[in-house]
């Protein structure tokens, strides 16, 4: 991917090599070397042997038990536990009646599909009220209220608490540069680190169940939210903030009256990612026995009721739209002024409505029962008859021969091949490719960084199902840049297509990740290739959207400089668009490798023979030290890409000015 | 203008000045303050860049007197601002000593900074500095909130002031819904609203288009000559500085060139540097009949004001053959200009 422009020429023409290229061919000719002489290598030069596998997990166990018991931090676990189950439990009575404190019982469902109307209708009009009033009518009229509420009342407690803890951290960056620099690499590993490996402890600490998920959807909602608040403190502007000093601020005034009002848009930007997350993490806390829409999700595609969990995933990313939209709508709102004299009722309109509204469901549904609750057998669900029809569809000769078909041309000429192959590389091979890999993309710097990284990992001692973890990983992702990549640029060849593209894009990324499973489970049942399509469709998004973006961002004089020298369409998008829209493409192309490492794990209940399935196992026990184990492995991978394609985007930015 | 009846010598007797900056330095890069200890004198501003340091400003003397509008000129970069965020303490200086009323701010500890802004100090932004989640009333109130004046009070005082910045009827409005004029009306109203002494004004209207730029000085002189405040005023616009400059500083690398009334920094330029700004002013226009009075001459005639500017006097100069033409001073003494300097203002061959 590295073309002749992408570099400055070679700085040794004398002995007719560059460093540079002696280094690659180095790393490269190792790597070569050692794979052609494996039959004559000694075992221990192929894998890390067991012996020399440092007995990690026996000591992180070790750790963690005194953690736990010596230092007493189950006492404090079990504390903040005990605050938090109260709060979940009084949400979880308002919501769906569980027979908890303030045992006030459920709120009736036209009340809250009501106010979230309002809500909607305050914050983006009409349609946004009919979107978000629509979500729970829906979520009633199909028999999920139940569902949906226990999945709500997790992400009402941990929300607030998320967005609370990541403000005072994020404004604590932004005071203190060393506290900055401190959590800093933490906040990256913890955006890398996979989902399951934030379940364990939390389930060790917190026990199975909704306590455990919110602890858990707290700690992984957080990091954007710590990040934009440092973003947003930082950005207000010089004058604004001399304005509050001249104005005789004290530092607490100038925090709360000048920083934090100021920093809005950000902050609540992060507020929008926090939902999401929360929503995304709500949903896969089914692992660990959160009871709630990911559970039934999970139960149906288990069980294979196709339309069942269709239903379940239109409820899913209606919600997720839904809650999208109103935090978003939240942010680009601004203040309008009343005019004088305008009376009270009429400057909190919204307000009185909303309340307005919320009684008259109340009284209405004493009435009525139906508005109250939906029972099943009222629900409109139709779970079976989607289901018949969709068996019926996927068992037509057709369409039929072409999942089989597509299945068997990759499993045996794409996905087989390739996993054997890269089994079949010793490590320290593998390792100097991706030292090499890194070096051509990065330099001297991420190369080292790579080649530590993935040296840990073989010691680690988990190296082969690492290796296809890499390999669902790097494939589904190149498939996603190969179909991804022409698409985008044919729709960024008029700004509708693009607009709309982007539009689909953004929705389709507020999405549970859980969710992308359910097509790929849809087509091709349980085998391998559901995971890799599932990557597959969710890497596509970034990729697809930030090609767009690339390609769009190009100036104008340049395109038309192009046109005027005579360019075809491909002369001036090999030449002109794509170099200049590279380092664009390759932010889309960090995060779909990113989300495909994510995605690879989660897959792993289809079930799968890599890390990710290891992983899972240990959710079963109480295995921190191997859960983390596992869980660095993906990360030490994950960085290593993460870093050198940063750098490689990062150089380019540099060497074409736009940095 | 302004500038003829002004002088600062006067003032300077009779009152302690407002605002007293000795030898004051601000230098920005890794360890100023050790950097200016070790510094050898008369290092120019290259010298000290080369050594890793910006001289934002460099040993700059000045002294502001009560009631006084100095007008800070020069281009960007030049420290201008530098200079007067070192008068608010805004940035901490590196060296010398900043007075206000006689007292060294330097010294202050951070209650007393901020009773010192809270009492005495206000001032305006180019870009407005306005809180965008705040109605122009709240906008205006804020300094007020800020030192805990009860809501009734400083609701008072701000519809007071925003009714003399001519801001009536939008107390309701929030800044993005205001034009750039209207909203630099709200910052000068919020820096108006603790009454303060002094009044620091940084390019207030350099970020509005040239007609509404107009119409603003016209309003701020008049606010001015209603409320009388000492002033300083930054602008690199030197049409700006003279109509409204009692005094005028330009600088150039953090220093100052020369600080003076506006006739005679025309008439009389410092260095190059100031000659060269100077040089397409029309001076007949900058100088007063005041200031080309001369000890010892009488002339003949109906005398004129001291204030008249040449150019309003060429009729006058051309047509009277006496060498000497009686000027009345501000305090009502007789003096006299010779005729011929007069008109080499007029006819532009200097002085």
């Keep these: 991917m590295t073309d002749a422009v992408a570099h400055p020429p070679p700085s040794e023409p004398r002995a007719g090599l560059s460093t540079r290229a002696r280094v690659l061919i180095g790393l490269f000719g190792a790597a070569v070397i050692l794979t052609l002489l494996r039959p004559f290598l000694p075992d221990a030069l192929i894998r890390v042997p067991e012996w020399a596998i440092p007995p990690l997990e026996p000591a992180l166990d070790a750790i963690f038990a ?13 504390a903040i536990s005990g605050w938090l189950g109260v709060a979940i439990d009084a949400a979880a009575n308002l919501l769906y009646g569980k027979s908890r404190w303030p045992r006030l019982d459920a709120l009736p469902w036209s009340a809250v599909a009501g106010v979230a109307a309002v809500l909607g209708w305050w914050l983006g009009g009409w349609k946004l009220s009919l979107l978000a009033g629509g979500t729970f009518v829906w979520t009633a009229l199909m028999g999920q209220w139940k569902w949906t509420m226990e999945t709500m009342s997790v992400i009402v407690i941990a929300a607030p608490v998320s967005f609370v803890i990541g403000l005072i951290l994020g404004i604590s960056a932004w005071k203190w540069k060393r506290f900055e620099r401190a959590i800093r690499p933490i906040l990256a590993i913890l955006q890398t680190l996979p989902f399951y490996t934030y379940l364990l402890p939390a389930v060790i600490f917190f026990k199975v169940g909704p306590t455990a998920a919110s602890v858990a959807t707290i700690v992984y909602a957080m990091p954007p939210m710590i990040l934009m608040t440092a973003v947003g403190l930082k950005k207000v502007p010089p004058e604004v903030v001399e304005a509050g000093k001249m104005a005789g601020c004290t530092r607490w005034q100038m925090l709360t009256r000048v920083f934090i009002p100021s920093a809005r848009s950000e902050i609540l930007v992060g507020l929008n990612q926090v939902i999401m997350l929360s929503l995304a993490m709500v949903v896969l806390t089914a692992f660990i026995g959160m009871p709630g829409l990911g559970a039934k999700l999970l139960a149906m595609m288990n069980s294979f009721k196709l339309g069942r969990s269709f239903e379940i995933g239109i409820t899913i990313v209606l919600l997720a ?134 040296t840990t990992v073989a010691f680690f001692g988990w190296w082969d199902r690492a290796m296809l973890t890499l390999h669902s990983t790097v494939t589904a992702v190149l498939l996603a840049v190969l179909i991804g990549m022409p698409i985008a640029i044919w729709a960024s060849r008029s700004a509708r297509a693009s607009r709309g593209a982007i539009f689909v894009c953004d929705t389709a990324q507020t999405f549970p990740s859980f969710i992308y499973l359910l097509p790929a489970i849809m087509l091709f049942g349980i085998s391998p290739i559901t995971v890799i399509l599932s990557i597959l469709i969710y890497t596509m998004v970034p990729v697809i959207r930030y090609t767009i973006e690339g390609l769009r961002g190009v100036p104008v004089e340049l395109t038309e400089a192009a046109d005027m020298a005579g360019a075809t369409r491909w002369q001036k998008l090999k030449n002109v668009q794509l170099p200049l829209a590279m380092p664009t493409i390759a932010v889309g192309l960090n995060q779909a490798l990113m989300f495909a490492f994510f995605m690879v794990i989660i897959a792993a209940f289809i079930g799968t023979r890599d890390i990710g399935q290891e992983l899972q196992r240990t959710l079963a026990g109480t295995h921190l030290g191997k859960n983390f184990v596992l869980g660095f492995s993906v990360v030490f991978m994950a960085l290593t890409f993460d870093i050198a394609i940063n750098a490689w985007a990062e150089r380019r930015r540099r060497a074409l000015g736009l940095a | 203008m302004r500038g003829a009846d002004f002088d600062p010598r006067k003032i300077k007797m009779s009152d302690t000045p407002v605002i007293s900056a000795r030898n004051v330095w601000k230098l920005f890069g890794a360890k100023p303050e050790a950097y200016l200890a070790s510094m050898p004198a008369g290092h120019s501003y290259e010298q000290i860049r080369e050594d890793g340091y910006i001289a934002g400003v460099k040993d700059v003397s000045i002294e502001v007197a009560r009631g006084e509008m100095l007008v800070i000129m020069g281009l960007s970069g030049s420290g201008k601002s530098t200079l007067v965020r070192c008068f608010s303490r805004l940035h901490d200086i590196t060296g010398g000593t900043i007075e206000i009323d006689g007292q060294d701010i330097g010294a202050f500890n951070e209650k007393e900074l901020i009773d010192l802004r809270r009492s005495k100090m206000g001032m305006v932004f180019q870009s407005f500095g306005l809180l965008p989640h705040r109605t122009v009333l709240e906008n205006v109130a804020f300094p007020l909130e800020m030192r805990g004046q009860d809501r009734h009070d400083r609701r008072d005082r701000a519809l007071e002031v925003i009714r003399l910045v001519g801001l009536e009827g939008r107390e309701e409005y929030y800044p993005r819904e205001l034009s750039g004029g209207q909203q630099q009306r709200v910052g000068i109203a919020r820096s108006l609203a603790i009454e303060p002494d002094i009044w620091f004004l940084d390019e207030p209207f350099s970020a509005l288009d040239p007609l509404i730029r107009r119409e603003m000085q016209d309003e701020f002189l008049r606010l001015q000559d209603m409320l009388g405040k000492t002033i300083v005023f930054i602008t690199h616009d030197f049409d700006e500085a003279l109509r409204l400059a009692d005094r005028i500083a330009i600088m150039k690398d953090g220093a100052v060139e020369q600080c003076d009334t506006p006739d005679r920094i025309v008439l009389n330029p410092a260095t190059e540097y100031v000659r060269k700004f100077t040089e397409e002013i029309d001076k007949a226009r900058v100088v007063h009949a005041g200031v080309l009075v001369q000890e010892g001459l009488t002339g003949e005639g109906e005398p004129v004001a001291a204030s008249d500017t040449i150019q309003s006097l060429a009729r006058r100069l051309v047509n009277d053959a006496s060498d000497a033409i009686p000027v009345k001073m501000a305090d009502g003494a007789i003096k006299a200009m010779p005729r011929a300097e007069a008109l080499g203002v007029l006819l532009g061959d200097g002085a």
């Design chain 1, 66 to 78: 005194w953690f736990q018991n010596d230092l007493g931090l189950i006492h404090v676990t079990r």
């Design chain 1, 321 to 454: 739209i839904t809650l999208d939209r109103l935090s978003k709508a939240w942010v680009v709102k601004q203040p309008e002024h009343f005019e004088k004299g305008t009376p009270w009722w009429q400057r909190h309109f919204f307000l009185v409505l909303g309340i307005a509204t919320f009684v008259f469901f109340l009284l209405v549904a004493q009435v009525v029962p139906y508005l109250d609750e939906i029972g099943r057998r009222q629900a409109f669900s139709m779970g079976k008859e989607i289901d018949t029809a969709m068996k019926t569809a996927l068992a037509w000769d057709w369409v039929q021969a072409t999942t089989n078909g597509i299945r068997y041309f990759f499993n045996l000429f794409i996905l087989i091949p390739t996993e054997n192959a890269l089994l079949y590389v010793p490590t320290f091979a593998v390792i100097a490719a991706v030292a090499g890999i890194c070096y051509a993309l990065g330099g001297a710097q991420p190369a080292i960084i790579g080649a530590v990284f993935f």
